[in-house]
């Protein structure tokens, strides 16, 4: 059975406040509304990690994530944050590769397979995203585009350390838009991508890797989009700044 995720990338939002205000309600809901099948991973920007992790405390399948990490093991590289200090402060998992910070840092295939060995010799998960832009989508050739993601940054991967990656498939057009990938293009999209794994790893690895569907998740469409057999969750943009959408997208399933 692979997991059922719903992650909430906050991205650059929430005051210390805010974000203390959004974990504890969200945990509350959870506890409260017994939702016993999904784990819910909360990625806020740095600062907030240390608190967080507090309130979270050791409720059961809510979990810590990061939304980036340094690609260096440790040493004189300023600003960077390795995977090593986050796993020593109750990180579980990191978000590599948005297409956000492919496109404003500059990050490529190359970098990503750096960050993603990091991640998981800190006994990490990586929740490894990619995605094709409009351009790509329009010409039809999306589906070539994404699994060359895959296979350039994670296919030097042994197949058990890629057992370990969780991926989130993340169309850059539906992105901070509004618009969403229908739940058919969403599904054709993972079945390729976890066709594409078997083909190098064989299908139990394959069969056993979390694909999450990102871009535009909300509310009123997750339980369509979750409701597809190789869609095992969602990266929760917009929506998991908000205690009650995110918690309904939780209960989608
Ligand atoms: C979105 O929902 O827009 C996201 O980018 C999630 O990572």
Redesign the pocket.
Known sequence: MRKKIIAG?W?MNMTFDEGQKLTSEIVNMFKDENITDVQLVLNPPFPHLHPVKKLIGDTKNVFLGAQNCSDKESGAYTGEVSAKILASFGVTHVILG?S?RREYFKEDNSLLTEKVKQVLANGLTPIF?CGESLEIREAGTHEPNVKFQLTDSLFGLTAEEIAKVVI?Y?PIW???TGKTASSDEAQQMHQTLRKHIASKYGQEVADSISILY????NAGNAADLLSKPDVDGG????ASLKSRDFITIAKSY
Not at 235 to 238: A, H, R, S, T, V
Request: aromatic letters at 0%; charged letters at 15%; hydrophobic letters at 35%.
């Open positions: 990338n991205k948005h956000e995203c989130a993340e539906a992105i901070g990102g871009g535009s998740m990266l929760i943009g917009g």
